[in-house]
């Protein structure tokens, strides 16, 4: 194991613990990891399951199983395949028994959609002055503020010591949140101050594990920097239960409830999430223009949807649309792009047969040339996604300055996923939203085909990604950037390629469309992605519509 360790510390790459262990129960793991060496054309600053899966993908040692509807529910479906697409091993307790699934005539029918699709690279649409377009939102200056960022201010390593101030960081935050907003909260106690004597305890802390007992009650064993708590939810307390099928690891959660006779395990009376209050008091802007999202272009895929991308050229020109939609155009004084504005190249087996550009570069360069046609008066924030080149943990950093230079046609905003940004004093969260999978996967009554309804669970839970482990990589920065210490007025994700507006508590919320259609891998999920929509918010009345570019 110290040769192993030693192996890819010369390659400055730190190994996560189930990596390590991933990689000892090989039959020669030593023959392995060099394997793995030799496959990474770049060396991670920390070594996931979930890269070495990838590895393995990309050499062919497995594939893809094929699931039975007859056998499995929709989502168990869905879950099982983006498990083996992100290189997961979430669901692989779930669905170990049901692993020889075959259906040749489906895969031969894939193999050949793949290869009828033409690789057409979009042309660049030519763009004439309207005569008489006067758009309104040119008479007001932009007012930007990044509020939160991560790109700059990054300072992990991947040490031990990184993770435990990324989750000290975390548990301090979102306590002080539980305890000064919450009123069950007042009176919360250290762990280790927990004593027979006590009838009632509330408590704060980070969820260590979460278990069904036999008989069909939730354990769940929470800790803080004083010890650690076994805590019971009785499945016939149908509220506490409920509550209790909504906790995940890593979370921090308050709880109030009562020792057992024994003193050995709490009866959780009430578990209390950060949340935010009944209704957010919304900002408005003094002026009337409004902000539009237009996320998961995926320039540079077979399924990029050309003839609607030009469609809303031309309308936010001021060269489509009846009166009512040029109005709205006319409106647009902001495009924020929250992430996957490339398709990547090798984001999952067999991308670079679904690639009409195979370069990155290029992908980015035709980007651009795109961009370039938006009228020179609207501010364009370009934030990268999990198909983006940057790094793949969060929070990600904004791009870097090789691809910052090739947007050069007009002045662009970059920004990092997440970010937290004002226009006009409107509070925005900008997150692309991977880890939509990973709470739809862990939380039964989720699904991301509903995002807007994950969404309502981050604010309830004040945290992005609390999961460490799962389908969303995290990066152990000191400060914990996907904590929503901030109640935001929009907040905006993307990756799941829904169009989806939405409320919660004042917050509103907009899941915002895509420009790629139906991929191979979507067809095998039976996932029909909503796309060329474009979610778009007033800022000064908050109302918020979609145009369809369909």
Not at 55 to 77: F, G, M, R, T
Not at 206 to 229: C, F, M, Y
Not at 292 to 316: P, Q, T, V, Y
Not at 338 to 360: F, H, R, T, V, W
Request: proline share 5%.
């Amino acid at each position: 194991m110290k040769s192993i360790l030693k192996l890819f510390s010369e390659h400055s790459t730190f190994i996560q613990p189930d990596a390590l262990k991933y990689i000892s129960s090989k039959e020669d793991p030593n023959e392995f990891a060099s394997f793995l060496i030799k496959s990474l054309k770049e060396y991670p600053f920390i070594l996931t399951v979930e890269n070495i899966k990838y590895i393995e993908e990309s050499a062919k040692i497995k594939e893809i199983p094929k699931l039975d509807d007859n056998l499995l529910d929709k989502k168990e479906v869905q879950n099982k395949i983006l498990s083996e697409i992100y290189n997961s091993n979430v669901l692989i307790e779930e669905v170990s028994n049901n692993d020889e699934y075959d259906d040749p005539d489906t895969e031969d029918q894939l193999e050949s959609d793949i290869k009828d699709i033409e690789k057409k690279v979009p042309q660049t649409l030519e763009i004439t002055a309207v005569k008489g377009w006067k758009p309104l939102s040119k008479e007001y200056e932009s007012e930007i503020e990044i509020l939160e960022d991560v790109t700059g201010n990054s300072t992990c390593r991947g040490t031990t010591q990184d993770f435990v101030k990324l989750f000290r960081d975390r548990y301090n935050v979102l306590r002080k949140i539980l305890r000064s907003q919450r009123r069950e909260m007042i009176n919360t106690i250290p762990i280790n101050r927990i004593k027979k004597s006590l009838s009632d305890v509330q408590l704060v802390g980070i969820v260590k594990s979460v278990k069904t007992t036999i008989n069909g009650h939730r354990l769940i064993e929470i800790e803080d920097e004083t010890g650690t708590a076994t805590l019971m939810a009785l499945k016939n307390h149908n509220e506490v239960s409920q509550l209790a099928n909504e906790v995940i690891v890593d979370e921090i959660i308050g709880v109030v409830g009562k020792i057992s006779k024994n003193g050995d395990l709490i009866i959780v009376q009430n578990i209390v999430f950060p949340d935010i209050k009944l209704q957010h008091d919304k900002n408005r802007a003094e002026v009337p223009v409004c902000v539009a999202f237009l996320s998961d272009i995926h320039m540079g895929s077979n399924m990029f949807m050309e003839d609607e991308w030009n469609a809303f050229l031309k309308w936010i020109n001021g060269s489509l649309g009846n009166s009512r939609q040029k109005d709205v155009a006319s409106k647009i004084k902001y495009l924020i792009l929250p992430g996957d504005l490339a398709d990547g190249i090798g984001i999952y087996p067999n991308q670079e047969k679904e690639l009409s550009i195979s370069n990155i570069y290029e992908q980015y360069d035709a980007l651009a040339k795109q961009l370039e046609l938006i009228p020179d008066h609207i501010s364009v924030v370009l934030q990268p996604g999990n198909h983006d080149a940057v790094r793949p943990a969060e929070p990600q950093p904004t791009f870097g300055k090789e691809i910052r230079d090739i947007f050069s046609g007009r002045e662009f905003i970059f920004v990092g996923n997440p970010c937290y940004l004002s226009l006009h004093g409107v509070e925005i969260l900008s997150y692309h939203g991977q880890s939509l999978l990973d709470f739809s996967t862990n939380i039964q009554y989720l699904n991301y085909n509903e995002p807007t309804e994950v969404m309502k669970v981050m604010l309830k839970k004040r945290h992005l990604a609390p999961a460490y482990g799962g389908y969303t990589p995290l990066a152990p920065e000191h400060s914990d950037y996907m904590i929503i210490d901030k109640v935001p007025d929009i907040f905006v994700t993307g990756h799941v390629h829904i169009a989806n507006i939405d409320n919660y508590r004042g917050v509103t919320l907009i899941n915002a469309s895509s420009w790629q259609a139906q991929t191979s891998y979507q067809k095998m999920l039976n996932f029909i992605p909503d796309s060329a929509k474009l979610p778009i918010v007033n800022l000064k009345t908050g109302n918020a519509t979609t145009m369809d570019f369909n």
